[in-house]
């Protein structure tokens, strides 16, 4: 990749990709290269992998994503390719135009437009204060995995923040909490899509609140609950993050979040990106090809797998 290539819904900081790079270690351009290469030479020898064709760009983000390692982005990238067949409810039949109505009538979910100074992308949750009967909370987990998909096509950052906002929160929404649910999801987007999430923050000024941190911290590993920031104000948040980035909302300088997540609406149902979520639903993998002690080895703590595969 020479540049990043403008975005209607992402902006970049001068000298972004060359500033990401270093910080993983690929101030040599012909590292990276022969990474992207070796990366894509394995990809082509894996006999259960249906799809061996994928663009440089994307294979490229994929080592970003992982921290410069090769081996960890394989891994990641098998995972990702097997949870597929493993757990579609997440990954599969994607009706993006259609299918997240009920979502966008309790949250609002947009990207930050700007990245944070270290180079984070921010993904902002917020309780509409309103409730749809159809709303499930898989629904919500479901477009953060269309958001993943669409950074890992077009974004070049070190990993992710997510602001919740709770402050709006009813108790039927509540109910509608799953723990499984979360778990399976943030293990999806954080050790299958390799996205490193480096904070989750919420605000705790609703009634309801300590129940929904409590049934999403049943879904969080021990990593990731140390990564949880409790805000009582927005004065607080701007601790962690410029305010000047964030939304109206918040007191920031952008846009509204509905603002913001109507044109990322627009963007995420273009013909474009529902064709690439076409094609990574094809990038499945068919285990009949694999070894089975390797499939056990890798997937039996993964949510949703089998303890043991038979191939007849």
């Given amino acids: 990749m020479e540049v990043i290539k403008p ?32 990366f894509d030479e394995w990809i082509k020898k894996q006999s259960h992998f249906r799809i061996k064709e994928f663009d440089r760009e994307y294979l490229e983000r994929l080592l970003i994503y992982n921290k410069g390692s090769i081996e960890r982005a394989k891994k990641k990238f098998d995972k990702l390719c097997t949870c597929t067949n493993l757990m579609p409810d997440f ?45 499930e909370v898989i629904l ?5 995995i269309v958001i993943g998909h669409y950074l890992l096509t077009h974004d ?27 778990h399976k999801a943030l293990t999806l987007l954080t050790e299958c899509m390799g996205q490193r999430m480096k904070k989750i923050h919420f605000f705790n000024n609703s009634k309801f609140f300590e129940a929904m941190l409590f049934l999403i911290k049943q879904g969080l590993s021990s990593k990731l609950k140390d990564r949880v920031v409790i805000h009582s ?7 962690h993050l410029p305010r000047e980035m964030l939304a109206k909302e918040f007191g920031g300088d952008e846009k509204s979040v509905k603002e913001l997540a109507e044109i990322q609406f627009k963007e995420l149902s273009s013909d474009a990106n529902i064709a690439k979520l076409k094609f990574m639903e094809e990038a499945a993998t068919d285990e009949s090809y694999r070894l089975p002690c390797t499939f056990n080895e890798e997937y039996s703590g993964v949510p949703g797998s089998f303890k043991t595969l038979c191939v007849d």
Avoid: M, W
């Avoid at 970049?12 to 351009?29: A, P, T």
């Fill in 7 to 38: 975005n209607p819904i992402l902006k970049f900081h001068e000298n972004h990709l060359q500033n990401v790079r270093k910080v993983l270690g690929y101030e040599d351009i012909n590292r990276l290269r022969q990474d992207i290469e070796q």
């Fill in 233 to 239: 104000s927005n004065e607080e948040l701007y601790k």
């Fill in 156 to 182: 070049y950052c070190q990993g992710f923040e997510i602001v919740a906002d709770f402050r709006k929160l009813t108790a039927k929404t509540v109910r509608k909490g799953n723990p499984i649910v979360v």
């Fill in 140 to 144: 919500f987990y479901r477009y953060l």
């Fill in 91 to 135: 990954l599969k039949g994607f009706d993006v135009r259609n299918e997240f109505v009920p979502l966008f009538k309790v949250y609002d979910t947009c990207l930050l437009p700007t990245p944070t100074e270290d180079n984070y992308r921010v993904v902002l949750v917020q309780a509409t204060g309103e409730e749809h009967d159809d709303f």
